[in-house]
């Protein structure tokens, strides 16, 4: 059984405009909620500490290596996939300083992306992620439109891997948003929950591109003074620390400027 699992959930399309409709009125109602300190405090704690799927840690997990991606295409498309994945990376790589840049050998390799068909879907989640029970392998694939794998560890991340069944991404119109929110859950975001937004990590949201609190999330995951395999208590010292410095408070007010920058968003133009 593989140590962390994420997707982007499939849902109801009844239920999805129901919710939908919801989250658009909160956020027009509570305008720039998400730029308050302690609101983008509980949220990093949440998205970085919490669990969706596997055994929380309670321990923050980040990269702190250069990453070096693959990716393989067993489509038509791959030319569109590579760009698109590229520019998010890139997007990524600008946001948190991290170096993400393509491997040269397949040693190098740790951050595999695998577009494929959804016929191969199963197949895939077995092999690539470890899971050798259909029972659970149905699950995901019934539940999921795509799908990532990272390793639950108190230690800096040091691979992960992700699978996205274009067919199906697609079918739902989420080919960039499937792109955009496993590429930055493996960053060690990893968590959703209903009460960050507005935000990719939210499963009931609209969002498909990052946002202004997306931007400062990655800001504060990727800031050198917090640590992998930090504590809740250690990171909200940190991250309460970080929010009042001059710095910080001049990237919520800009936040959502600057993440449009690079933003695959802006191929929708």
């Known amino acids: 059984m593989p140590d962390k699992l994420i997707f982007m959930k499939l849902r109801p399309i009844a239920l999805l405009f129901s919710v939908l409709g919801l989250s658009t009125f909160a956020a027009s109602a509570k305008d720039a909620h998400w730029q308050d300190a302690s609101y983008i405090e509980d949220s990093f704690v949440t998205i970085a500490l919490g669990r969706e799927h596997g055994r929380p840690t309670g321990r923050l997990s980040k990269w702190s290596s250069a990453i070096r991606f693959s990716i393989s295409d067993h489509t038509a498309d791959n030319e569109l996939h590579r760009q698109m994945t590229t520019q998010h990376l890139s997007h990524l790589a600008s946001i948190t300083n991290l170096d993400i840049t393509p491997s040269q050998h397949s040693s190098d390799t740790n951050l595999q ?3 494929a068909s959804e016929n191969d879907l199963d197949r895939l989640v077995q092999f690539e992620f470890g899971i050798s029970s259909k029972a659970l392998r149905h699950q995901f694939s ?3 439109v795509c799908f990532a794998w990272i390793p639950t560890t108190e230690k800096a991340i040091s691979h992960a891997r992700v699978i996205i069944p274009v067919d199906r991404a697609r079918a739902h119109g989420k080919l960039m948003a499937c792109v955009v929110e496993e590429l930055t859950q ?5 968590n959703d929950s209903d009460a960050v937004f507005p935000s990719i990590f ?3 949201s609209h969002n498909d591109f990052l ?3 997306d931007f400062l999330l990655l800001k504060l995951m990727y800031h050198p003074t917090l640590r992998p395999g930090m504590t809740e208590q250690e990171v909200r010292k940190v991250v309460r620390q970080l929010l009042t410095q001059a710095e910080f408070k001049i990237l919520i007010d800009e936040a959502e400027q600057r993440v449009r920058t690079h933003s695959l968003e802006n191929w929708l133009d």
Do not use: E
Request: overall charge negative; cysteine-free.
């Open 113 to 115: 992306i695998i577009f």
């Open 186 to 190: 493996v960053l060690g975001l990893a």
């Open 211 to 213: 946002t202004g609190l």
């Open 202 to 204: 939210n499963d009931h």
């Open 142 to 144: 019934r539940d999921g």
